[in-house]
């Protein structure tokens, strides 16, 4: 049977070689035992509490889900997904009441199919990652190793002081057995291993036309700009005489650009005398940036322009910004972003590439599992108070 296959960069991030990063550690309380919560309900006090121990107690630990391609899922592995990806539901949105119920779907998906397609595949996409690692002859080395044992050593350090049977402990109560421990941060590596192996390190085989269809298509622009403020230090607005000032000013200095044979370079000296925007000093290649990242406004007038060409004075809450949008090459950075957008163009080559591998994935549900549900699972124990 086939579940609805995940985002694979969603595994990407879940598998960044940290408990924190798999959900363990955060804002979630992952302490085992009961997570309770309380809301009012007619004069009444009513608590919902979730025991995850007795979900979890349900069926025997080497108990058989599914196979993937023929490789087991337990229920110790599956159970570890499920548990999270329903307590974060919980955390964030609050208790799941209706489990039928779309909730936050919509494409109409219930928490009941969300919870158990999406516990699926990533129990799936671990053995379907291992599985095309060995086909292509990726492997860890012994530098690999010593990086996981690193890892574990962090590990044991941040959630257990330095102690392995403490460190152990954690694990347990957060649902989370040792084996799969090391078999998570294992496939991680195994992971950016295949990543490398098919676009090279930071995804630099990927071609320049293939990642310029990628910055195209996501919206991504670079420019410079003269900002002219028309709000104060403190966010209030300046009169409107100044504003005016200002605006005349902007209108020239858009003038003055236009005239220039080179307005891409000629804006560098409109900038070191006019700007009032900090972040040119930091960004002196300009803005990289896509939709979202800068305010509409900017980002229309921006989008509207074609390389090397100057706006006309565009109004923001900021002020007035004249910009000149400037050519995007796949190894600039953008906005609110460690890689560049070659490597983000490898990496959703790759959550393309991994998708196709799951949704190809003979996945068959084992031992009933196949009309097994969540609620039917967690399905909440509520007692009530009086006030």
């Keep these: 049977m086939k579940a609805n296959k995940l985002i694979a960069l969603l595994l990407a991030l879940c598998m960044a070689l940290s408990l924190a990063a798999c959900g363990l550690g955060g804002d979630v309380d992952l302490s085992g035992g009961k997570d309770s919560q309380t809301q009012q309900t007619g004069g009444e006090a009513q608590t919902t509490a979730i025991d995850y121990d007795a979900a979890r107690a349900a069926y025997p630990a080497d108990t058989v889900v599914c196979t993937v391609n023929g490789q087991d899922v337990t229920w110790t592995e599956y159970y570890y997904w499920l548990f999270n990806i329903a307590s974060q539901i919980e955390t964030y949105y609050g208790t799941i009441t209706d489990w039928d119920a779309a909730g936050l779907f919509d494409d109409g998906t219930t928490y009941n199919d969300y919870v158990s397609s999406t516990a699926c595949n990533m ?20 530098d690999d190793r010593a990086q996981l044992d690193a890892l574990r050593q962090s590990d ?13 402990d954690f694990l347990e109560k957060s649902y989370l057995s040792e084996a799969y421990y090391n078999r998570i941060n294992e496939t991680a590596l195994l992971y950016q291993k295949l ?3 098919l676009y090279g390190e930071n995804g630099a085989q990927l071609s320049d036309e293939e990642a310029a269809a990628f910055i195209e298509n996501g919206g991504y622009l670079r420019a410079k700009h003269v900002l002219l403020k028309t709000v104060d230090e403190e966010g209030a607005s300046i009169s409107d005489a100044e504003k005016a000032e200002k605006l005349e000013q902007a209108k020239q200095i858009a003038a003055d650009l236009r005239a220039a044979e080179h307005p891409e370079t000629a804006i560098d000296e409109f900038i ?13 290649d300009g803005y990289v ?11 229309d007038a921006a989008l509207a322009l074609k390389d090397n060409e100057v706006s006309d004075p565009v109004e923001s809450s ?15 950075t953008p906005l609110d972003s460690t ?38 699972l967690f399905g909440p124990l509520t007692r009530q108070t009086e006030q």
């Design 123 to 142: 129990a799936a996409e671990y053995a379907v990652i291992e599985e095309k690692a060995a086909q292509l002859g990726v492997s860890l080395t012994e």
């Design 156 to 168: 044991e350090d941040t959630y257990a002081g330095g102690d392995p049977d403490a460190f152990c």
């Design 289 to 299: 940036f896509g939709p979202g990242q800068m305010v509409q406004a900017f980002y």
């Design 339 to 376: 890689q560049s957008l070659r490597t983000m163009a490898a990496a959703s080559q790759f959550s393309t590439v991994v998708n196709g591998w799951l949704d190809s994935a003979d996945i068959q549900w084992k031992n009933g599992f196949d009309v097994f549900t969540p609620g039917g």
């Design 195 to 197: 990543f490398a192996n």
């Design 318 to 332: 900021y002020g007035y910004h004249v910009i000149v949008r400037l050519p995007v090459t796949p190894d600039m």
């Design 272 to 284: 070191r005398q006019y700007n009032e925007d900090p972040g040119m000093e930091v960004y002196t």
